[in-house]
């Protein structure tokens, strides 16, 4: 079974940091793009961050832009997020997911299009 997992949310005070990981089972995530979104309830699903199967190429939401760092490491099979200085506005569920791109440099398309998802992790940032 093809499954995405997320780890790393919690609590944290604004200004401060966390990590979140995204790691797969069942498939490897080196042929795939992966991208973060996060999703507040009665609010759209919007796009974080996505990195490219390569990772040489990566894009941000004008929100986090210069804040949160994307990488990934293809030897174990993880994807992770760095968020610096979080904000409250940061708080939402973290999703990862991943799509299937023919080129190493794709970055995501929209979310709808993305091919797997996990389940989310929830990230709360304190004032």
């Known amino acids: 079974q093809l499954q995405l997992v997320e780890s790393g949310g919690g609590l944290a005070q604004s200004g401060g940091s966390l990590e979140l990981s995204c790691t797969a089972s069942?498939?490897?995530?080196?042929?795939?793009?992966i991208g973060w979104f996060r999703q507040v309830p009665g609010k759209g699903r919007e796009a974080v961050s996505c990195?490219?199967?390569?990772?040489?190429?990566?894009n941000y939401g004008s929100s986090v832009k210069g804040r949160f760092t994307i990488s990934r490491d293809n030897v174990k099979n993880t994807v992770s997020l760095q968020m610096n200085s979080l904000k409250p506005e940061d708080t939402a569920v973290y999703y990862c997911?991943?799509?299937?791109?023919?080129?190493?440099?794709?970055?995501?398309?929209?979310?709808?299009?993305?091919?797997?998802w996990g389940e989310g992790t929830v990230v709360t940032v304190s004032s």
């Open positions: 997911a991943a799509v299937g791109t023919v080129t190493g440099e794709i970055l995501c398309p929209h979310y709808s299009a993305m091919d797997y």
């Open positions: 069942g498939f490897t995530l080196e042929g795939y793009a």
């Open positions: 990195i490219s199967r390569s990772g040489r190429s990566a």
